[in-house]
């Protein structure tokens, strides 16, 4: 299945303790799902790293000790991570999942943001980032599109992908 869901088919399928529901992102080095934890009937995603990615001890290592890492942080404007494993050499990452589309985009369809908004969204990502410091973690790819806007009144900003796809 996992390599079903790579080549993007996905209905029905489950990878561990999650059913996944729909491809919502894909890079050259992972693929993004929302899915649902059978359990607990929580909403996630599942991110599923590009074989190569953990193709060493190595690499594995450096997974492991960034995915531990990120499930220390805990903060409004960092994404949760929940949980990581791997799955017939399949690692992943399940996180929070944000409804929402990426900076990049939200501005895309919007336009130009207001002085307000735009000061609001660089002071949680500010925030995000002193709280990962604090963790002794840094990001290392801070851009529009691994910051994620949550759907809701006032744009709530969260900060994705600390370090996973940089494991090569």
């Known amino acids: 299945q996992a390599e079903a869901i790579l080549a993007g ?4 399928f489950h990878l561990g303790q ?16 929302k899915a649902k934890h059978r359990t607990m009937n929580r909403v996630v995603a599942v991110k599923v790293l590009a074989a190569e990615l953990t193709a060493t001890a190595e690499a594995r290592q450096t997974f492991q000790q960034n995915v531990r890492a990120a499930g220390k942080l ?19 990452v399940v996180t929070e999942f944000v409804d929402g589309p990426n900076l990049e985009e939200y501005i895309r369809r919007r336009g130009p943001l207001p002085v307000v908004e735009a000061c609001e969204i660089v002071r949680q990502v500010a925030l995000g980032l002193q709280h990962a410091h ?4 840094v990001h290392r790819d801070i851009k529009p599109s691994n910051l994620l806007v949550a759907r809701s009144a006032a744009p709530i900003v969260k900060i994705a992908d600390f370090g996973i796809d940089k494991l090569s």
């Open 9 to 12: 088919r996905t209905d029905g």
């Open 18 to 33: 999650y059913v996944i529901l729909d491809q919502v992102g894909r890079g050259s080095m992972a693929r993004v799902y």
């Open 74 to 92: 805990s903060h409004p404007h960092v994404v949760t991570a929940y949980d990581a494993n791997e799955l017939r050499d399949r690692f992943y």
């Open 134 to 137: 604090q963790h002794d973690m």
